[in-house]
């Protein structure tokens, strides 16, 4: 009865299975093992700004151009404070607010952008309180340039005047006359009447969509493991119950009927009591 696996197309589909199975496990462990590369990485970055808020400032210069190593580390500059956006659309502890961007500028001549602090509710000019003048010195955790679109930063346009959807080089560099550092600080003390914005982790280190993405793409390979043997199990029975109907006898009496069918199909039927004419 089992002899069919014996057969040419048989011994195709058994390779197959064999080959199949193992990749898609590996696939499934690489993919799960990206996640969790990224879950690890996540809780390193965060633990890593916790750390970085107890370490002493260094000048900014040091620390440029911001990256995965630079980000968070707390630095100090000196300058004055000049343009001042609202930033739009952005939550601190689940409430809905906006941070005030106040552009310092500093003896290099260019200016680097401080986060004061966060406001709740809509963006206003009238609630922010003014700026400290004079020349002062900030200290706060490093960041990068932020990118519209991602990780929650909004891209939105046709702000009112006197906004920003993000806190990005590319932006003020069209809002300011004058040059903008490639990097942002936010305040480890917010101004007076404002929240301080916490550091966030350096991107590509967070539980971002790619990371999901790993874990959808995990359940997805070892979901096709069950489906191919699923499907191994099915062809399997089909086989099964076709030689077992052979070995019956099923097919050929099956096979027969449908030929006499067809045959006596094409002779026509003589009514019954009816005789043929003479010829």
Not at 150 to 173: D, F, H, Y
Not at 235 to 263: I, N, Q, Y
Request: aromatic content about 8%.
């Amino acid at each position: 009865m089992y002899r069919f696996l014996l057969t040419p197309r048989w011994w195709g589909i058994n390779v197959f299975l064999l080959l199949s199975i193992p990749f898609c496990i590996f696939m499934g462990s690489w993919q799960l093992g990206r996640f969790e590369d990224r879950v690890d990485s996540h809780r390193d970055a965060e633990e890593r700004v916790a750390t970085d808020q107890r370490e002493q400032p260094r000048p900014l210069d040091g620390l440029l151009p911001v990256t995965k190593a630079t980000s968070g580390k707390q630095t100090t500059a000196s300058g004055r404070y000049d343009t001042q956006l609202l930033v739009p659309d952005r939550q601190l502890d689940g409430a809905d607010g906006y941070y005030v961007l106040t552009l310092l500028r500093t003896d290099t001549g260019r200016a680097l952008p401080v986060v004061r602090g966060w406001l709740p509710g809509t963006a206003d000019p009238a609630e922010v309180p003014a700026a400290p003048t004079g020349e002062v010195t900030v200290t706060g955790a490093l960041q990068a340039s932020e990118t519209p679109g991602s990780n929650g930063v909004s891209s939105r346009s046709g702000l009112p005047e006197g906004q920003t959807a993000a806190i990005s080089t590319a932006s003020l560099v069209n809002l300011v006359p004058y040059d903008v550092y490639d990097a942002w600080i936010t305040l480890n003390r917010g101004d007076p009447g404002m929240r301080a914005v916490p550091a966030s982790a350096p991107g590509g280190t967070g539980l971002d969509l790619k990371a999901f993405q790993n874990l959808g793409y995990t359940a997805e390979w070892f979901a096709f493991v069950g489906f191919v043997i699923f499907m191994w199990f099915r062809l399997l029975r089909r086989e099964v119950e076709l030689a077992r109907d052979a070995e019956l006898g099923l097919a050929a009496e099956e096979s027969e009927g449908d030929g006499a069918g067809s045959a006596g199909d094409d002779v026509p039927r003589q009514a019954t009591g009816v005789s043929s004419p003479v010829q």
